[in-house]
């Protein structure tokens, strides 16, 4: 059974693409990260609480790390799956910096900023990945990184809205300053001015960075090769939908249909 995707909902993760031998340690891994994200984002919990549980999180990981399974519905089948493939803790560490980032960060300088939380928020789960079917090859590491950063950049456009109304803003604040995007209008979902030219700005590196990534989709055969092409398409469709819309994040979150699946999966397969 798969890994419940209800906060993954537009791109294909622990679908039925992947290989069954591998849909249990991914959904140990998902379970993991899930849970600390919500423990970051979800509920009413004052920031010392959610911090407090995160670094509980990093305790489960020390104990993991010195060959104890914890009786847990989250860490037991995790530390399962750490031993038989020999997964490394560092990225979950990271997951872990940026999920307690979020209690207490709001707003990022730049997209300097932006990309070093993609760097710990997302790149390690596509690591995490292709760790577990064994490709250690730099090159296909850093196409793993650049395709999810790319769609950790394109979940913060989808959920600007969402993101602000707790209290958070992903887009870069001098590239807001530079086109005159006030927080106010964020706010009020105004999308006079410059608001098309920033989105097309960040739309575009979006699409660069996902299609940087893009040769893996090639590179890599089987059913991972087709999951990650599937997961290329609906990065592009969803920016699609921003770009013909860019006010729509205020009034209509762009999602995949039916029909972008169908499409997603057919031009997978080519």
């Known amino acids: 059974m798969p890994v419940p995707v209800d906060h993954y909902e537009n791109f294909p993760v622990a679908s039925w693409l992947l290989p069954r031998r591998l849909r249990r340690p991914v959904e140990a891994i998902y379970r993991f990260a899930r849970s600390a994200d919500d423990l970051a984002d979800e509920g009413d919990a004052p920031p010392a609480q959610r911090l407090a549980e995160l670094a509980a999180y990093d305790q489960a990981l020390d104990r993991i790390e010195r060959g104890e399974t914890p009786d847990d519905p989250v860490f037991g089948p995790l530390a399962e799956a750490i031993r038989e493939y020999a997964i490394p803790l560092a990225p979950f560490r990271d997951l872990l910096s940026a999920f307690a980032q979020d209690v207490g960060k709001n707003r990022y300088a730049d997209f300097g900023e932006v990309m070093d939380y993609c760097r ?59 086109h005159h995007v006030s927080e106010a209008q964020i706010a009020t979902g105004d999308t006079r001015g410059l608001w098309h030219m920033m989105m097309h700005k960040q739309i575009e590196r979006a699409r660069k960075l996902l299609q940087a990534g893009a040769p893996l989709g090639r590179a890599l055969h089987g059913r ?9 398409r609906g990065g592009e469709a969803i920016l699609r939908k921003l770009h013909a819309d860019p006010a729509c994040v205020f009034h209509a979150r762009p999602v995949l249909t039916p029909k972008d699946w169908l499409f997603m999966l057919a031009r997978g397969l080519h």
Not at 224 to 232: F, P
Request: glycine share 4%.
């Open 120 to 178: 710990r928020s997302a790149n390690p789960v596509g690591r995490l990945m292709l760790h577990l079917y064994g490709d250690r090859d730099p090159r296909h590491l850093a196409y793993s990184d650049a395709i999810c950063s790319s769609l950790q950049l394109i979940n913060f456009l989808q959920d600007i809205a969402v993101d602000y109304r707790k209290n958070r803003i992903y887009l870069p604040q001098d590239e807001l300053a530079a």
């Open 224 to 232: 991972i090769g087709l999951e990650i092409r599937v997961t290329i």
